[in-house]
C-alpha cells in the first residue's frame, strides 16, 4: 500500500519537464513517482501530438513502474499543468497504485476484450495494493484510439472496426475503459457489460471513472486512488461525486462548502466534461453537436473548465473531455482532492 | 421615456422567428419591440452568417425604429435564444431606447471618427428618452468590421486601413464603439479617446458597455438600458458591474445574492468575455492565444458561458465575446436583469 | 424539354441576389429559372448557415418549379458563385428539369426510403422531359440531413437514427440520393440498393451523380442535365467522366484536351471531391480522416478545388465535397459544361 | 563543397524516425545528413506541436551540423514525409550547405535584425561552401515566432513586440527571413529591407527562399541548395521558379515538360503557398482571410497541395504556408529537383 502526496506544476510547453527539478527540490526523486497527470495544450483529440510530444518527453525520465496519464485540451481558461502522485513514506490519507494491460491489437479496442481486460488489471492491483473497492476514489484511464491505419489493419484482417470514424473511435475506447472500470469496482455485473457496449450508449456508468483516449499508446495506462483507511482521516483527503449535467454548479458548491468546512483546501479536482447526448441542457438546446468546427469534447471541456475554475479559483484543474460511463449521460465524474491542516 | 419588459424566447435556428407569436400571445406587437437582442449560433466571428441569416429573417418583420444585435457564438452550453425589450403602457422599473449611426465607410470603422459618432448618437438618444447617464445599466451595441473586400475598397483609395486581419478588425471595431459609449457615459473625457484608440490596448474601459462586430452591418446599432428613476424600483431592476477577469465568480455569486435577498429571479445576463489579452489568468498561462483553430473569442465565450449558465442556472444567457473596452483586460462588462414580486 | 443555357456569376456574399439584375440584362427573367445551383461560403458541414442565407434570399425571388442547390464550403482558391440554369427559346444542346421529392421524416434520411423516392422522382422528370437515361450528364441533388434535434425526434418516437453523429448524417443522406440516382438511370438494379446502403460502404456509385447534404431542406431537390439529341451538337456540350482520386488529374487534363479540340470553352466543372476512406492516396497515408480540426470534406474540396481551378484556370467552379456513391470511392464524378463556337 | 542526394521517406506519424534504418540501407549513416525536411501532420500555426515532436524525436538521433526543417500541416492530400539531404563522396549536380543563426530574444523576432543576421550566416555558409550566389536553388529556412509568453516577455522589458498577434508573427518572421535570404543572394540592397520590413507588405521578394515558423527552435536553421559547377550538368538537376498565383498551374506543367525532356524523374518540389492578400485571385473573390475557423495558411498548403500533388502525382510535396517574401504576392517560391539517367 502506498501512501501518496501530490504536487501540481504549471509547465511552459508539453516539452517542459522542469517540474522534475521541483519535485526533487521537494525531497522526491523521479523513482518515487507512481503516476504523471497532465493536462496538454492540444486538441484532445485524435491528432492532438501534445500529448505524444509530452509522453515522449517525460517516460524518459520516469520509472518504468510509473503510469503516465496526459489528457489534451486546455481549452478556455484552463491552463496546461502536471500533477505528480508521488509516494511517501509516511502515512497522508491517501494511497494509489498504477499499473497497465498489455497492448491492446486495434479490432480490440473499445469492445469487451478491453473492458473486461482493464476490469482484470485494476482487481489485480488493487488486491496487490490492499485497497478495498469501497476506498477507491477514483480510477484514471489512458486508453488508445483508432487511427485511418489501424481502421485499414482492421479491415485487412477481414475484420469490422468498431467504428470507421476516427474521433468516435476516441468516445468507444473511453467507454469500454469505464466499463472495465465499473466491473473492477463492483458496479455492475459482468453480465450487462457485453449489452452496455453494444447499446454504445452510457447507460451504465461509475462516478469513480475517469478515462481519456489517445494515440500514443496501445495499452491502458490506470491509476487508482484511494482513502487509506489505516491511516485514519489523513491530511490528504478525497471527495467523489458526479455532476448531473455541464451546469451542475451546486454539487461544486456543496463539495467546497464541506471541504471549508473540515479546514480543506483544494489541491486539484478531476472531473469529466460532456455534450449531452440529446443535444439539449435542462431542456434547451446546445450547439455543441451540430457544431462542425470545433468538436463536442472541445466545447464540454471550456464550459466545464470555466465553471470549475471559477469555482476554485484555479485554472491547472484536470477536466477531460468526454464522459461515456463515467458520471451520469451529459455530466459527468467529479474528484476532488483536498488538504486539511 | 420607453418603459420596457423584456421577454426571452429559445429559438430553434438562426432563421426561427417563432417567438414573434409567442410575444404576441403575451399580447404584444411587433411595433412594440424596442430592441431584438440575439445570440446565434455561428462562430461569433468574421464569416458568422447566422447573424446575418437571423438579420435578414428578423428586420423584415420588426419596425424600423426597434434595432437587433445579433451576437454569435453559442459554444460550451450556451443556448441560442432571443430576447424582445418591448415598450410597456405601464411602468417596469427599466426604460430603454434605440438608435444607429449613419453607415460607415470602411476606413472608418475602428477609429476614432466611429467612437465619436457612436458618443454624439447616445448622447441624442439618452437626451430624447430622458435618461440620465448615471442611470444607464447597459449599452449594447453592434458595430461593423472589415471584410477582405472592405480592406481593398480602403486600399484602392489611397489610405491604410486600421489592420489588414479581418478577425482583429472586429476587435478594433468594438473597441472604437466602447470608447464611443464611455465618451457619451462621461466616464472618459473626449482627449483621452484618440490616445486610447492609438495605444490599441484597452486601457480605458466602461462597464456598462457591451459591443459585438459584425458583417451584417455597415452603422452601429445602439440599445440603452436604464432605471426608471420616476417608476420607483419597480418589478424590473438592474445590476451592473464586472467580471475582474473570466474566472471571476465572486462577482456573479454576490449579485445573485442581493438578487436573492431583494427576492428577485434572474430574467437575463448580459456579460462580455475574453482572453486575458497578457496570456495568462491568476498568474496562470491560459492558451487561448495561441490556439490556432479556435479564435479566442470562441474559447473565451464557451469558458464564462460556462461559468454564468452554470451560476444562473440558465444557459440563454448572452455572452459576447471580445472585451475591449468593456470592462477589465481579460474581464468583461456584466449586467444582470431581474424581476421582483 | 427544356433547352437551357448556362450563366454563372461571382457572388459578394451568401445573400448577394445581385446576379439576378445581370440576368435581366441578358434578357432572362426569373420565371424562366430551372435551377440555380450556388457554392457559398460557409464550411459545407452541418451548421453552415450559409446555405441557408443564400437558399432564404433566392428562394423568395425565383419561381416554385424552380430548384435551388447550394453547396456550401469554397475553402483554398474556390470563389463563391451561383449558377443558373435558364430555359432558352432555342435549342442549346442542352437540356435541364427540376423538381423534388415529398419531405423526409429525419428517420427516413439516409435510408432505402430515401434512394427510392428519389429515383422515382427522377424518372418522373425525365419522362415528362422527355430525356433518355443514357443522355443524361448529370443529375445533382440537394438532400437533408440530420440534426440533433430530429436525432430526439427520432428517439422519442422509438426508432434508431442511421446514426447519432449529425456530420454523418450528411454523408448518409448523399448516399442513399446517389444510390437513388444510380437507380433511377439504371445503373443499378433495385435489389442492390439495401445491400449497397446496409454496407455503408460506397461500392455502388454513379459518375453522374453529385449529392450535396444540408440543413436548409427537408425533401431533396433535384437537377437533371441532359444531351439534347434533337439539337444536334448544339453549342452547349457536357462531357461527363469521373476523377479516380482526389489526384486525378490526368482525367482532367484529358477532357481539356479534347473540348480544345472541339474548340471548346468551359463554362462550369461540376466535380465532387472526398478524402480516401482507407486513409490513403496512391499507397500513401493522408491526414484528412485524422484532422480532429477540419473535417475532411473541407480538406478534400480544397485540394481537388486547387486542381481543379489550377487546370480551368477559374475559380468559380463547383466543387462539392463527399463522394459516397458519387464517383469511385476516394474519387468524385466530373462533369464539364463548355460552349463551342 | 559538398556534394548531396536526396532520399525521401513518408512517415507514420512526427514521433516516426523508422527512415533512419532505411537511410542506411542505402549505405548512408546519420553522420551523412545535411538536412532533414519534413512535412508534419499538425495544423502549421503557433500550436503545431507535430513540429516540435519531430524536432525533439529526430535531433537526438542527427549530428548538431545537420539542420531540421519541419513544415507543418499536410491538409488535404499532402502526405507526411520527410527528406534526407545527404552528403555523397561523388559529385551528383547538387551541392548543399546547412548552418544556423545565433538564437533571437523575442523582441528580434521579425525585425531587420533577424533579416541582417540570416543575410549574413547565409553569406558565410555559401561561401565557406564554395557556392556562388547565382547557383542557389533554393535557400530553406526554419525561424522562430512570439507565443503569448514572448509577448509578455517583450512588453515585460517595456519594449513593444512586432505584434501581438502569435500567429501574425509567424508572418513576420517568415518575411524577415526572406528579406535575409535576398540580401545574401544580392537579390535586393540592404538599404531596401528596413522599408520592406516596415511596410509590412511582401514588396519584395526572392523566387529561391522557402521560410517556415515554429515554436520548436529560438534561432534559424538554413539550408542551401546550389548547382554543383564542377560536376557538369550532374545527375541531380534542381529548376527554381514561382507560382505567380495560387492557381499557377502553367509554370508547373512548363517545368514538368522541360524535366520530361531531360528524360527527368521529379525528386521532390519545394513549393510555398499563400492567399492573395488582396481578398482574390484572378479577380476573383477567395476566401481564405475572412474564414474564421480555419487559418489562411491551412487553405493555401491545402489548394496549392492539390495541384502540386495532382500534376506531379505525389502527395509526399513539401507544400509550405505563408510566402511573405518568398515569391510573388499571393503566389510563392517554386524548386523542383529531379533525377535524370
Redesign the interface.
Known amino acids: 500500500m502506498a501512501a501518496v502526496t501530490l504536487f501540481k506544476y ?1 509547465v ?4 517542459d519537464s522542469s517540474p522534475l527539478s521541483k519535485l526533487q527540490e521537494e525531497g522526491y526523486s523521479p523513482t518515487d513517482v507512481v503516476a504523471l497527470i497532465g493536462k496538454t ?3 484532445g ?6 500529448r ?2 509530452a509522453a ?2 517525460w517516460e524518459s525520465k520516469l520509472p518504468p513502474s510509473a503510469v503516465t496519464v496526459f489528457s489534451g485540451g ?8 502536471i500533477s505528480f502522485l508521488v509516494r511517501t513514506k509516511e502515512s497522508t490519507g491517501l494511497v494509489a497504485c498504477s499499473g497497465h494491460t498489455r497492448d491492446f491489437a486495434p479490432h480490440e479496442v473499445g469492445t469487451e476484450t478491453q473492458s473486461r481486460d482493464v476490469a482484470t488489471t485494476i482487481s489485480k492491483m488493487i488486491i496487490n495494493a490492499g485497497i478495498e473497492k469501497e476506498d477507491v476514489s477514483l480510477v484514471l484511464i489512458k486508453c488508445p484510439l483508432l ?3 489501424d ?2 489493419q482492421i479491415r485487412a484482417t477481414g475484420q469490422t472496426p468498431i467504428t ?5 473511435s476516441m468516445a468507444r475506447s473511453r467507454y469500454a475503459s469505464a466499463i472495465g472500470i465499473a466491473l473492477a469496482l463492483g458496479e455492475i455485473q459482468a453480465e450487462v457489460a457485453p449489452a452496455a457496449l453494444s447499446l ?1 450508449e452510457n447507460t451504465v456508468w461509475s462516478s469513480r471513472a475517469s478515462c481519456s483516449s489517445g ?1 500514443e499508446l496501445k495499452n491502458c495506462h490506470i491509476m487508482v486512488l484511494a482513502r487509506d483507511k489505516s491511516g485514519g482521516k489523513g491530511r490528504l483527503r478525497a471527495k467523489s461525486g458526479y455532476m448531473e449535467d ?4 451546486k454539487v461544486i458548491l456543496d463539495m467546497l462548502a464541506d471541504i471549508k468546512e473540515e479546514n480543506g483546501k483544494v489541491v486539484q479536482v478531476f472531473v469529466k466534461a460532456e455534450a449531452d ?6 431542456g ?12 463536442s469534447t ?3 471541456r ?6 470549475v ?3 476554485v ?4 484543474v484536470y477536466v477531460s473531455g468526454g464522459g461515456e460511463g463515467q458520471g451520469p449521460p451529459g455530466g459527468g465524474s467529479l474528484c476532488i482532492v483536498y488538504e486539511c491542516e
Chains 1, 2, 3, 4 share one sequence.
Open positions: 504549471p511552459a510547453s508539453p516539452a495544450e492540444g486538441n483529440c485524435v491528432n492532438d501530438f501534445s505524444t510530444l515522449h518527453v486546455t481549452e478556455g481558461v484552463l491552463s496546461p499543468h487511427t485511418s491505419t481502421i485499414e470507421a470514424d476516427t474521433y468516435e454504445k494515440a455541464a451546469m451542475d454548479s447526448p440529446t443535444g439539449s441542457i435542462r434547451k438546446r446546445h450547439t455543441m453537436n451540430t457544431d462542425s468546427d470545433i468538436h472541445r466545447h464540454a471550456a464550459a466545464v473548465g470555466g465553471l475554475a471559477g469555482l479559483g484555479d485554472s491547472t
